[in-house]
């Protein structure tokens, strides 16, 4: 194995382990942090912030960096476009979210801890990105 | 530890998860020169679109999720978990699909990437996917919908 694959496989080992520990990777925990009306639960409120506190200091040492460890340059967004679908599509992931308490990470992440119902979200996420990727060829 | 009136708030195992997802875009970003976003990153492996990442470099990030999991599991002797019915999981992964290619990310390239660099549109992408969940479970619960078993 090169590094890029072991650098991209450690990064995801560690990322689902985040998912997990934080609990991110159960729906009654996730939905409980939504239910900001209700029976709110603020973990996730803790987790988000470990997540970009750790994130902020690495953005403010990165353009200290001439290139990537093992890759030729940075591959950083540079839209600053607000479209249409970038709130559109939001809210509906925003609505997915809530209905089961899953987001794209934790679903994957999930299929050892509850295979047959994340292996059912995931096949449905991707049937969904299949669906994206059909209208945009059309269109 | 607990939160004065959150006994079921789980603090230093949140933050403690949150550092290591923090770690793990890190080492994606200083590594790869790319952001751990997953909803694109899966995308990518499957060949659904996405970034220009490597197939094979995408593979090995979505392979790690999971095995993450499982290290938490040895290590905790297993990990608590209610997950809604098959259709209902198949109806939200279904909209969780369509929403974050539209909205070109979700929880972790906007929520975590994103908002650490002050990126307008994660700031907002991330402020319209909370008010939307935070919605629909308030409209779930109003309507008496229990979906977690």
């Known amino acids: 194995m090169n590094a890029r694959l072991i650098i991209s496989l450690v990064s995801g080992t560690v990322f689902g382990a985040g998912l997990a520990l934080g609990g991110m990777t159960d729906p009654a925990r996730v939905r409980g942090f939504l239910d900001l009306l209700g029976d709110w639960d603020p973990t996730l409120a803790f987790v988000m912030g470990g997540a970009v506190l750790v994130m902020v200091l690495v953005w403010q040492f990165q353009p200290r960096m001439v290139r990537p460890l093992f890759a030729e340059s ?11 679908s970038l709130i559109g599509g939001s809210a509906l992931f925003g609505i997915g979210w809530g209905i089961a308490g899953l987001c794209p990470g934790p679903g994957i992440a999930a299929l050892v801890i509850e295979p047959a119902g994340a292996a059912i979200f995931v096949a449905a996420m991707l049937a969904g990105m299949g669906l994206v990727r059909l209208t945009e060829r059309n269109s | 530890m607990t939160l004065p009136g959150f006994p079921d708030a789980a603090p230093l195992a949140g933050l403690a998860g949150g550092v290591l997802i923090g770690l793990a875009a890190a080492i994606m970003l200083l590594g790869m020169g790319r952001i751990a976003g997953v909803s694109g990153i899966a995308a990518r492996a499957a060949g659904l679109g996405g970034s220009g990442m490597e197939r094979s470099a995408a593979w090995a990030f979505v392979i790690g999720l999971p095995l993450g999991a499982l290290v938490i599991m040895a290590a905790t002797g297993g990990i608590e978990a209610s997950f809604a019915s098959p259709l209902v999981l198949a109806i939200a992964g279904l909209v969780v699909g369509v929403g974050t290619r539209l909205g070109s990310g979700c929880t972790s390239g906007h929520g975590v990437c994103g908002m650490s660099r002050f990126s307008g549109r994660s700031i907002v992408a991330t402020l319209t ?9 308030a409209a779930m619960n109003a309507l008496g919908l229990t979906v977690l078993q």
């Open chain 1, 74 to 84: 940075f591959a950083v967004p540079t839209r600053k476009d607000l479209t249409p």
């Open chain 2, 129 to 137: 996917f909370m008010a939307t969940g935070f919605a629909t479970v």
